[in-house]
């Protein structure tokens, strides 16, 4: 099987860092979050997991934590956008 696989720097967010890997069909496989609420994010990690990546984005776009223009399911959309865009590798 093919994936593709980024890693996002984050902006205005808690974590800092976004490594995400989908499948050749846009699957996501993989989700990992460097920093933030720790037991939140593994939460959407899970949430997210063997989903297609433009089911996830219109469900999580423009969240916002707390007074802050963005939120860690925000940025995650970033990087999904990202790697809709990313090479097959293998």
Known sequence: MKTKHITY???GTCSKLIDVTADE?????QVFFLGGCNGN???VSKLVCGQKIDD??????????????????????R????????PLEG
Request: aromatic share 0%; with cysteine.
């Open 9 to 11: 720097t984050t902006q």
């Open 79 to 86: 990087a999904l956008e990202q790697l809709k865009n990313a």
């Open 41 to 43: 994010l593994q939460g």
């Open 25 to 29: 069909n846009d699957v996501i496989q």
């Open 56 to 77: 996830v984005i219109p469900k999580i776009n423009g969240i916002r934590c707390g007074a802050k223009g963005t939120s860690c399911p925000d940025q995650l959309c």
